[in-house]
């Protein structure tokens, strides 16, 4: 494949069309693509990839992005490319998705996008954007991933390849060689294992989870432990024995509590006659114990009743200090009342303070806005004379449009006579035609006419008489008359129609001629005004440059009225400017005259401030306390004491008349229980009760004792089922699991003790290995034999992944070492040595197809002198089997080394040109 003639329009920095013409930079060898930084370089490589695939080369640019933001609204966006695969020439044309404006109306419209692939033999084209797609990559062998690869070499791309590691390479070659089947197989095993690992972990869990909730008793405790260690199998009869046993100690604890129960229904019955004269003697001893352990706090009580009139007079005395203190404080109400004031005249000084300052500030800012309206005023003068000269344009524009509003009724007056020209003709050829077939038909009937006269002076001929026309005397043939012999006088109609039929061409073509010379005047007036206004030109080409003009009118119009606008929007300034002008002259001096005021205001302040801090100093020496806080606290410590005795008091006249009622409640009622215990009887009731607890308590931990075996049974009787499930299951997933996981142990390269290399980087390795081969030869070339790239073998370390890290052979000093220890020129030789052996490979890979054609963007500004020439001369080497190079740089030193070029250049506008150069 072989790209021969890129047309662009309104695409990218190119707002106009332009043509490249690849065809005169030959069929090999290398050229060079130079132009500013954004002027369009590495956008014809875009134009290419978008005409071929619809897409531009890179990915951060969508098709709908492609429209060029310099391109007037009536440029079309499009791409058409020709391009050479084998010996036949292909043509697409393509245009991104993108609006325009709408052919009637002011409103903006979608104009799709299209495709178009163009066949050399006669094969009906191709049309749609995916089947154009289709096409061409049936075509070319390569899809659009391929053909940027194999195609181009991108700045800054392939250095990334060069240094990336193991599983950053590992990506790249994914998308080159596309080795996702690999990686999904690798995922899938990796996920199925983990899968199996997971349910039989959850199995293994779940069977500790069962055996923990065993509970074997004391006597199997040793045997469980020795069990669980060993086959699930013995484990599990461990566990029936275990339940058989259960189930017999249940039985027998059964029997035990029922004969339990019996006897303790006849010991309650004698115990509740002995308890009712047991309360009476309990109420009895509770009673007295509380009068006993109540008389420390009567006699407590009593020596603090004694001491009651003291603290009467302690209160007194806190009282009439409390009326003191309070008196005092209106002398700390004057100190506060001073010191507000001071903080008052302090805070209008700063208030003051900062109104000067901002006043100040004011006064600047106005100065400052009065100094740039100045300029800007300035800046305005000579609207007048711009105004004058845009009314000349005006004028000269009206005029223009009115010589044009001229040609276009004299070119309409040339098609109105053209046309009644035309049907002059038509009638004068009708009319020529009508006459001449009654001429014909009239020669025809006169012949008929003739012939038929000779028969009927035929009919008077008689043997031996002269004939009247030729003398003779015999008539051996006389003519024979005729029955359809026309008469005379229809003979006479025919020549009357044909005489005027005559008569009537005669007067089309009269008419014909007339409206040839109005045609050929109108035409001539209209090509007169043509050539005034466009000079030579030919008639057929003038309506085209009416349009032209007119359009160019309507461009004029259009910016004469933006620059009307702009004068209108300067004189509103100017108007605004003069207006706004005496209003600061105003504010400035207001600002001035209020800074003079709050300086003046500021010194009466400092005289009063200094006043008050005399008083405040002469009011706090006359007082106990600095402040009134201090003041308040210790009126408030006196009335806490105070308020703190009272309650003291009250609440010690309260307890002790409270104890005094409850002394006397005491007395009563141990009276009353002693007179009711002189009738009655001690018994036995303390032992029977022992003999009920005892009993009680034995029958309880039967009952334990029963209740614990069941839940024990019950619990080992579930943990026993569901162990025989979890083993059973446990037993065919480890038996899955086993396979699956050295499945994927070998697929992820996880096998202990081995290299760290996955199946889809061993597919990879393969790749890379050619890649390196064939990069290695350009590389050597490119270093003078000194370096070489290798894959490393064997990972940095074992957590790493390996098969695809590199290093590079220095054959000088001897040795292997990362390829990220080369200078920034020897890392670009590598990585250009790489990118052609990838695309070496990837030629080869899809069936041997040929591309000749290579881009490559930059990267040349890191090289020396002696690495630029070694470049150069592989590139060199690389096109002379039929390949051309195309080198995107603005290096100097190749645009001396390289004489054919694509100069792209920035118009004044932003947008570009091209002009080729070989």
Known sequence: MRPLVLTLSAFGPYAEEVTVDFSQLGTRGIYLITGETGAGKTTLFDGITFALYGEASGTHREPVMLRSSYAKGTVPTFVELTFQCGEKQYTVRRNPEYL???????????????????????????????????????????????????????????????????????????????????????????????????????????????????????????????????????????????????????????????????????????????????????????????????????????????????????????????????????????????????????????????????????????????AALRQELSQLEGLEQREALLKARRQKLASREKELGTLRELLQEERRCSHSHQAALEQYRAAAENSTHLRWAYTQLEREFLDGQAGYLAGFLQEGERCPVCGSLHHPFPAQRSESVPTREHLQEKRTAMEEAETATQTASLSAGKAQARWASARQEAERQGKALFGEVSFPTISQQMNAAAAECQDEAAQLDQLEMQLRQHRRRREEIQIRMPRLEEEIARAQASILSIEKAQSGLESKLAALNHQIQRQKASLEFSARQEAEAALTSCQQRKEAGERALHRLQADYEACRQTREAADTRIKALQEQLEEAQYDVLPDLLAQAGEHQKTLQEMQRRREALLTQQERNQHAWKALREAVRQRGEVQEKWTWIRALSNTANGTVPGKDKIMLETYVQMTWFDRILARANLRLMAMTSGRYELLRRQGAENQRSRSGLELNVLDHYEGGQRSVKTLSGGESFQASLALALGLADEMQAAAGGLRLDVLFVDEGFGSLDEEALELAIRTLSGLAERNKLVGIISHVSGLKARIDRQIVIQKTRGGSSTVRVES
């Open 100 to 370: 325009r404006p709408a052919k009637r109306g002011d409103k903006l419209v979608v104009e799709k996008a299209d495709a178009q692939l163009l066949f050399p033999d006669g094969h009906p084209p191709v049309t749609g954007t995916r089947e154009v797609t289709k096409a061409v990559k049936a075509l070319i062998g390569l899809d659009r991933a391929q053909f940027n690869r194999v195609a181009m070499i991108a700045q800054g791309e392939f250095l990334q390849l060069l240094l990336a590691k193991t599983e950053e390479r590992s990506k790249i070659f994914r998308e080159i060689f596309h080795t996702e089947p690999y990686q999904k197989l690798q995922e899938a095993l990796r996920t199925e294992a983990a899968q199996w690992k997971s349910t039989y972990e959850s199995l293994s869990q779940k069977i500790q989870q069962h055996v923990e909730q065993v509970q074997p008793g004391p006597e199997w405790e040793e045997a469980w432990r020795e069990a669980v260690c060993l086959e699930d199998g013995e484990m599990l009869s461990l566990l029936e024995k275990i339940l058989q046993k259960e189930t017999a100690d249940l039985e027998a604890l059964r029997k035990q509590e029922q004969t339990l129960q019996a006897e303790g229904e006849t010991l309650s019955r004698r115990i509740g006659k002995e308890e009712a004269a047991a309360r009476v003697r309990q109420e009895l001893s509770a009673a007295q114990a509380q009068l006993k352990s109540w008389m420390p706090t009567w006699e407590k009580l009593q020596r603090e009743w004694d001491t009651a009139p003291g603290q009467e007079a302690a209160l007194q005395r806190l009282t009439e200090e409390i009326a003191v203190r309070t008196e005092q404080l209106s002398a700390y109400v004057l100190l506060e009342d001073l010191e507000k004031e001071r903080n008052t005249v302090f805070d209008q000084m700063q208030k003051g303070a900062a109104g000067k300052a901002k006043a100040v500030q004011d006064a600047g800012n106005r100065q400052t806005e009065q």
